[in-house]
């Protein structure tokens, strides 16, 4: 670019006066371009509504407010609308997922695990986890706020209630506050710092004119919602974009009933091609109607012919339109026709697997975004309140370290239609070295350090012997036996050609 430059100021004349022939690159024109960016007549009218907005501009409380009341009635009005929202709910939630300590200290990990699976119990928060999911949805975010409640039947008092998105807002905002948009205050580094939440539903009978939302400290709102956009700290429908199309179904099995009864309510009609004659002309001029009887013979009159309405609807496309719609409404949750539809008919083992993999895959998104958005920080609350009332540690949240704050999430298991082969491959997986039992507890939503005490508690034996069992069980091969004797073999000769010093220093091979 430099030389080009360079060029067209020569002798202080422009490149052209020199020769074109010699550059005749440089006054070319760029002709690329995309077609989405050309303004032609359709493409103006097809892209009218397009906006720069940033993300909170773009989720503002009216537009909000306007999707999920439309979502909501679309979720009341379609079962197949309907239907995805539960089932998505059903399928991400489940019987709800189970904590798993991974502190230094079994017994401690043991303590916290039980305790924390009575207190769920006790707030129901399985039940309020799978509410918190159809919200995010239906409505685009679930909030649930940690409160005290005397109410608990638990030692710790903590509780976990929900509120809709309507309630966290901020009545009195002004435009362009910096740090805050409707619901939430920031700090310079964008941490969301203050909830405010309205003390009553705005559509609620009794909400009165209470104007002033309650200030609630971040760290006690547990906001799920699906990050799309940097930026963003509010969120819409999760079936925003097919709003319309279930809409469009709808529509169009009404237009299709109605077609259907318009056609039997009309049991013939009379034509002629003749001009009615002048008795005949204020009777037919009125579209008189007659009762026709069963099984009943007349004669019609000279000149004219009877007919009836045929049934346009439902034509050959009805099943074929219905099918894209539904499958379309499913598809901004990755779920597949046959779960969406609850119909496999068409379906054979291989295309209903491979189906679920998209959709198990999209589970698994949104349930790590629950362990980190609902999940741990509701649980680091709970930890520093069953301390105190349990005296653990002394009673001091602040002596817990962060190795005993270690933890993880077991969800359930994806259901599976093949259960025979699947258990084959984890045999295989296990025997090869793929995976551990641990993690293949962990896949299946279990511990496997309970289990393994409850197994060897029922077949009357140690943890450690039954660990051994278990091993036994998995390496059964004769050559995977072979291998394993051969290293113990080479573990004991180690031990005993290790000179006598360097095992009282501690450095002992061990097998």
């Given at each position: 670019m430099a030389l080009?430059?360079?060029?067209?100021?020569?002798?202080?004349?422009?490149l052209r006066d020199l020769g074109a022939a010699r550059y005749p690159d440089v006054t070319r024109r760029i002709a690329?371009?995309?077609?989405?960016?050309?303004?032609?007549?359709?493409?103006?009218?097809?892209?009218?509504?397009?906006?720069?907005?940033?993300?909170?501009?773009?989720?503002?409380?009216?537009?909000?407010?306007?999707?999920?009341?439309?979502?909501?009635?679309?979720?009341?009005?379609?079962?197949?609308?309907?239907?995805?929202?539960?089932?998505?709910?059903?399928?991400?939630?489940?019987?709800?997922?189970?904590?798993?300590?991974?502190?230094?200290?079994t017994g401690f990990n043991q303590m916290v695990e039980a305790e924390w699976q009575r207190w769920t119990r006790a707030v129901h928060l399985r039940r309020k986890l799978w509410c918190q999911a159809h919200a995010k949805h239906v409505d685009g975010?679930?909030?649930?706020?940690?409160?005290?409640?005397?109410?608990?039947?638990?030692?710790?008092?903590?509780?976990?209630?929900?509120?809709?998105?309507?309630?966290?807002?901020?009545?009195?905002?002004?435009?362009?506050?910096?740090?805050?948009?409707?619901?939430?205050?920031?700090d310079q580094w964008g941490?969301?710092?203050?909830?405010?939440?309205l003390r009553g539903h705005p559509g609620g009978a009794y909400y009165g004119y209470e104007l002033t939302p309650e200030r609630i400290p971040a760290r006690f709102v547990m906001h799920w919602f699906t990050l799309r956009r940097p930026g963003q700290h509010r969120a819409v429908p999760e079936c925003a974009s097919t709003l319309n199309v279930g809409a469009a179904s709808r529509r169009w099995r009404e237009a299709t009933i109605a077609a259907a009864e318009t056609a039997a309510d009309f049991a013939a009609l009379l034509k002629t091609d003749m001009a009615p004659s002048d008795e005949d002309a204020e009777l037919y001029a009125a579209f008189t109607e007659t009762e026709i009887h069963k099984r009943m013979m007349t004669a019609l009159p000279a000149g004219y012919d009877v007919s009836q309405l045929r049934s346009e609807h439902p034509n050959a496309t009805y099943e074929t339109f219905h099918r894209a719609q539904l499958n379309e409404q499913a598809r901004p949750k990755s779920m597949p026709y046959n779960?969406?539809?609850?119909?496999?008919?068409?379906?054979?083992?291989?295309?209903?697997?491979?189906?679920?993999?998209?959709?198990?895959?999209?589970?698994?998104?949104?349930?790590?975004?629950?362990?980190?958005?609902?999940?741990?920080?509701?649980?680091?609350?709970?930890?520093?309140?069953?301390?105190?009332?349990?005296?653990?540690?002394?009673?001091?949240?602040?002596a817990l370290g962060p190795a005993a704050f270690s933890h993880d999430w077991d969800w359930p298991k994806h259901r599976v239609a093949d259960v025979d082969t699947e258990a084959r491959a984890n045999e295989t997986r296990l025997r090869t070295g793929q995976v551990s039992l641990s993690r293949l507890y962990s896949e299946a939503g279990q511990d496997f350090e309970d289990d393994v005490a409850v197994m060897a508690k029922d077949y009357g034996v140690t943890t450690?012997?039954?660990?051994?069992?278990?091993?036994?069980?998995?390496?059964?091969?004769?050559?995977?036996?072979?291998s394993q004797q051969m290293a113990d073999q080479q573990g004991e000769q180690a031990n005993a050609t290790q000179p006598a010093g360097d095992a009282a220093n501690g450095t002992q091979a061990t097998a």
């Amino acid at each position: 670019m430099a030389l080009i430059t360079a060029a067209k100021q020569k002798n202080g004349k422009p490149l052209r006066d020199l020769g074109a022939a010699r550059y005749p690159d440089v006054t070319r024109r760029i002709a690329a371009r995309y077609d989405a960016a050309s303004d032609i007549l359709d493409h103006q009218n097809y892209w009218a509504n397009a906006d720069a907005y940033d993300a909170d501009s773009a989720n503002s409380q009216h537009v909000r407010a306007k999707l999920v009341q439309r979502s909501r009635y679309e979720v009341g009005n379609n079962g197949y609308s309907d239907g995805i929202a539960q089932t998505y709910a059903n399928a991400l939630v489940g019987l709800g997922p189970k904590l798993r300590m991974q502190s230094l200290s079994t017994g401690f990990n043991q303590m916290v695990e039980a305790e924390w699976q009575r207190w769920t119990r006790a707030v129901h928060l399985r039940r309020k986890l799978w509410c918190q999911a159809h919200a995010k949805h239906v409505d685009g975010e679930g909030f649930g706020v940690a409160r005290n409640n005397p109410g608990v039947p638990h030692p710790v008092k903590l509780d976990y209630v929900l509120h809709e998105t309507e309630q966290i807002q901020s009545p009195m905002l002004s435009v362009n506050e910096p740090g805050h948009i409707d619901g939430i205050e920031f700090d310079q580094w964008g941490n969301p710092t203050v909830y405010e939440l309205l003390r009553g539903h705005p559509g609620g009978a009794y909400y009165g004119y209470e104007l002033t939302p309650e200030r609630i400290p971040a760290r006690f709102v547990m906001h799920w919602f699906t990050l799309r956009r940097p930026g963003q700290h509010r969120a819409v429908p999760e079936c925003a974009s097919t709003l319309n199309v279930g809409a469009a179904s709808r529509r169009w099995r009404e237009a299709t009933i109605a077609a259907a009864e318009t056609a039997a309510d009309f049991a013939a009609l009379l034509k002629t091609d003749m001009a009615p004659s002048d008795e005949d002309a204020e009777l037919y001029a009125a579209f008189t109607e007659t009762e026709i009887h069963k099984r009943m013979m007349t004669a019609l009159p000279a000149g004219y012919d009877v007919s009836q309405l045929r049934s346009e609807h439902p034509n050959a496309t009805y099943e074929t339109f219905h099918r894209a719609q539904l499958n379309e409404q499913a598809r901004p949750k990755s779920m597949p026709y046959n779960v969406a539809a609850c119909d496999s008919s068409s379906y054979n083992y291989a295309s209903g697997r491979l189906d679920h993999q998209t959709y198990h895959s999209a589970l698994d998104v949104d349930r790590d975004d629950c362990n980190l958005l609902v999940l741990s920080p509701l649980f680091y609350l709970w930890l520093d309140e069953a301390v105190r009332v349990f005296g653990w540690l002394g009673g001091n949240p602040s002596a817990l370290g962060p190795a005993a704050f270690s933890h993880d999430w077991d969800w359930p298991k994806h259901r599976v239609a093949d259960v025979d082969t699947e258990a084959r491959a984890n045999e295989t997986r296990l025997r090869t070295g793929q995976v551990s039992l641990s993690r293949l507890y962990s896949e299946a939503g279990q511990d496997f350090e309970d289990d393994v005490a409850v197994m060897a508690k029922d077949y009357g034996v140690t943890t450690d012997e039954m660990r051994a069992i278990l091993k036994n069980a998995i390496f059964n091969a004769q050559n995977q036996q072979a291998s394993q004797q051969m290293a113990d073999q080479q573990g004991e000769q180690a031990n005993a050609t290790q000179p006598a010093g360097d095992a009282a220093n501690g450095t002992q091979a061990t097998a």
